[in-house]
Nanobody, 123 residues
Framework: QVQLVESGGGLVQAGGSLRLSCAASGRSISSYYMGWFRQAPGKEREFVAGIHWSGGSRYYADSVKGRFTISRDNAKNTVFLQMNSLKPEDTAVYYC????????????????WGQGTQVTVSS
C-alpha cells in the first residue's frame, strides 16, 4: 500500500552535513505522518524527527534539535532530513517510516518502513 525508499546516506566528517531523502508512494500518502528513525548496532531504534504531510508540524528528538531539519515536498511525495553539525554519535542506519496516526516517537506504532540508509560520521 505504501512504499518508502530512503537515499542520501554516506560518510561524512564530524561537523559536516548530509541530506537524506525519503520517496513515498501509495494511496492517500498525503494524509500520513512521516517519521525518521535511526538505529545503531546493539541499540534500539530511536525517533529522530517527524512531520505531517499536510500540516507541517515538526517534532525532533532532543539529541538532534537545532542540528537536524525535517521538511517535505508534497508535489513529489518526498520528505527530507537535513543533518548539519554531524557528530560521530549520529552514526546509524536511518529509516523513513509512515503511518496515518502513530504515536510519533514510538517505532512500533508505524505501519510502513523503508529499507534504511547508512550514515557514518567520522571524527
Amino acid at each position: 500500500q505504501v512504499q518508502l525508499v530512503e537515499s542520501g546516506g554516506g560518510l561524512v566528517q564530524a561537523g559536516g552535513s548530509l541530506r537524506l531523502s525519503c520517496a513515498a508512494s501509495g494511496r492517500s500518502i498525503s494524509s500520513y505522518y512521516m517519521g525518521w528513525f535511526r538505529q545503531a548496532p546493539g541499540k534500539e531504534r530511536e525517533f529522530v524527527a517527524g512531520i505531517h504531510w499536510s500540516g507541517g508540524s515538526r517534532y525532533y528528538a532532543d539529541s538532534v534539535k537545532g542540528r537536524f531539519t525535517i521538511s517535505r515536498d508534497n508535489a513529489k511525495n518526498t520528505v527530507f532530513l537535513q543533518m548539519n553539525s554531524l557528530k560521530p554519535e549520529d552514526t546509524a542506519v536511518y529509516y523513513c517510516a509512515a503511518d496515518p496516526s502513530p504515536i510519533a516517537t514510538m517505532p512500533h506504532s508505524y505501519d510502513y518502513w523503508g529499507q534504511g540508509t547508512q550514515v557514518t560520521v567520522s571524527s
